[in-house]
């Protein structure tokens, strides 16, 4: 499938940030447009009931929302990566080691290459960054590739084979400075192909149960499958 993109610009023209409530209305309007994933490579800032309720308003709509950590080097809440329902991704350099700027706490995700990544700057020129908002737009893009193939997967099997499949780095299982792991495209595409599969032998199992079974037990035996699919997706 392709991919469409949306710009949202929340910056003035020397780059500098804007109050939150621009960053909240890019959001809005990004969903408004149909978007399926939204990368946020900002921060900054405290929690607010508004910005929570937009994110859960996202996730609802079927929306996956990414974010980089922090470049503080502490284990202080960014926002918004720091939001519920919010992909929050950590950054690595060239030896998968958690970068010294790299926020580290429990809403930390996932991780993602941020250490000296070619990126579009000011002057229509290409500059080496470092920072997890160079690691965000991988999560972000490895989402709506894989997501791309699957139009019928939900947001939350998308999120779910992308940090099921991470390469775990530190500490066995998720901790504070990697989340899950280090992003794997392939592994996850394989995964939400898995789930692909699994979900159409679903649809075809429920017709096929809504001719042979009484509506309570085709019910029943549909939400057995639902069951199966989410173990597919794991």
């Not at 309720?53 to 809440?77: P, R």
């Not at 950054?91 to 010294?100: E, L």
């Not at 780095?169 to 599969?197: F, H, S």
Request: glycine content about 10%; charged content about 15%; proline content about 1%.
């Amino acid at each position: 499938g392709g991919i469409c993109y949306l710009i949202g610009r929340v910056f003035d023209d020397a780059g500098n940030g804007q109050y939150f409530s621009r960053v909240f209305q890019a959001i809005d309007w990004a969903i408004d447009e149909g978007a399926d994933v939204i990368n946020m490579s900002l921060g900054g800032g405290g929690f607010t009931a508004t910005g929570q309720k937009l994110f859960y308003k996202a996730h609802t709509l079927g929306v996956l929302s990414v974010a980089a950590a922090g470049n503080d080097g502490s284990t202080s809440k960014n926002y918004p990566a720091s939001y519920d329902k919010v992909i929050s991704v950590a950054a690595v350099d060239d030896t998968k080691k958690r970068a010294s700027f790299s926020q580290s706490n429990n809403y930390v995700d996932i991780a993602a290459a941020g250490v000296r990544i070619a990126s579009t700057y000011l002057g229509d020129r290409y500059a080496y960054l470092s920072g997890t908002s160079m690691a965000a737009p991988h999560v972000t893009g490895a989402i709506a590739k894989i997501w791309s193939t699957c139009g019928t997967c939900s947001n939350d099997q998308v999120e779910q084979c992308l940090l099921s499949t991470a390469e775990d780095l530190g500490p066995v299982g998720r901790d504070n400075e990697y989340g899950a792991g280090l992003l794997q495209t392939q592994n996850a595409y394989d995964c939400l192909m898995r789930a692909a599969v699994a979900l159409r032998q679903a649809l075809f199992d429920t017709e096929h149960l809504a001719q042979c079974y009484s509506v309570d037990d085709a019910q029943r035996l549909a939400h057995q499958l639902s069951q199966l699919i989410s173990e597919h997706s794991s």
